[in-house]
T-cell receptor, first 114, second 114 residues
Framework: EAQVTQNPRYLITVTGKKLTVTCSQN?????MSWYRQDPGLGLRQIYY???????DKGDVPEGYKVSRKEKRNFPLILESPSPNQTSLYFC?????????????FGPGTRLTVL | AQSVTQLGSHVSVSEGALVLLRCNYS??????LFWYVQYPNQGLQLLLK??????LVKGINGFEAEFKKSETSFHLTKPSAHMSDAAEYFC????????????FGRGTSLIVHP
């Protein structure tokens, strides 16, 4: 089944404890991205990647890191989480064919930073 | 730069009534426009998209949207609401030739009353 998977789905952590949220897609998509969703603010892009080893900042990159060492994986890293990073996070991928293609979203990761 | 404004964070309709969710965009070049739906506790999925050609676009579950360049709008409609349509709806825009990642609106929560 074609899908984007994220792990974990739920995470409660404490300020300053490094964490990684994994994202993997099995559709051989070129493009991947991370969003955070907050009430009243909609989806805001954190980082995106147009290919292996190519990443770029989105609208709200502060406090986050990403890497794209393999085409299928795009982990989101929080080196020192803070309470303002409590949010619902979505990973998405798309074929990257050069036309406005559809993004496929993962199920989300709900992160709480105490 | 591109931006999207969704008018109304909440829209409430009765079952069987017309659904109208408003979206206005800002773009200096021809846009590509999308509507995504998010059901409770799920990721986003594409409802429909406008790229070029016919301005009336039909999507899944009986939804459609019309691109009106003169009004810079891409409103989403459905003739008759069903209880299962209750969800969060996001409009998104991506400009041709720009970043492939779309900019999302803040979302509109559709509430359907029996």
């Amino acid at each position: 089944e074609a899908q984007v998977t994220q792990n974990p789905r739920y995470l409660i952590t404490v300020t300053g404890k490094k964490l990684t949220v994994t994202c993997s897609q099995n559709m051989n998509h070129e493009y991947m991205s991370w969003y955070r969703q907050d009430p009243g603010l909609g989806l805001r892009q954190i980082y995106y990647s147009m290919n292996v080893e190519v990443t770029d900042k989105g609208d709200v990159p502060e406090g986050y890191k990403v890497s794209r060492k393999e085409k299928r994986n795009f982990p989101l890293i929080l080196e020192s989480p803070s309470p303002n990073q409590t949010s619902l996070y979505f990973c998405a991928s798309s074929p990257g064919t050069g036309i406005p293609d559809t993004q496929y979203f993962g199920p989300g990761t709900r992160l709480t930073v105490l | 730069a591109q931006s999207v404004t969704q008018l109304g964070s909440h829209v409430s309709v009765s079952e069987g009534a017309l659904v109208l969710l408003r979206c206005n965009y800002s773009s200096s070049v021809p846009p590509y426009l999308f509507w995504y739906v998010q059901y409770p506790n799920q990721g986003l999925q594409l409802l429909l998209k406008y790229t070029t050609g016919a301005t009336l676009v039909k999507g899944i579950n009986g939804f459609e949207a019309e691109f009106k360049k003169s009004e810079t709008s891409f409103h989403l409609t459905k003739p008759s609401a069903h209880m299962s349509d209750a969800a969060e709806y996001f409009c998104a825009v991506r400009v041709s030739g720009g970043s492939y990642i779309p900019t999302f609106g803040r979302g509109t929560s559709l509430i359907v009353h029996p």
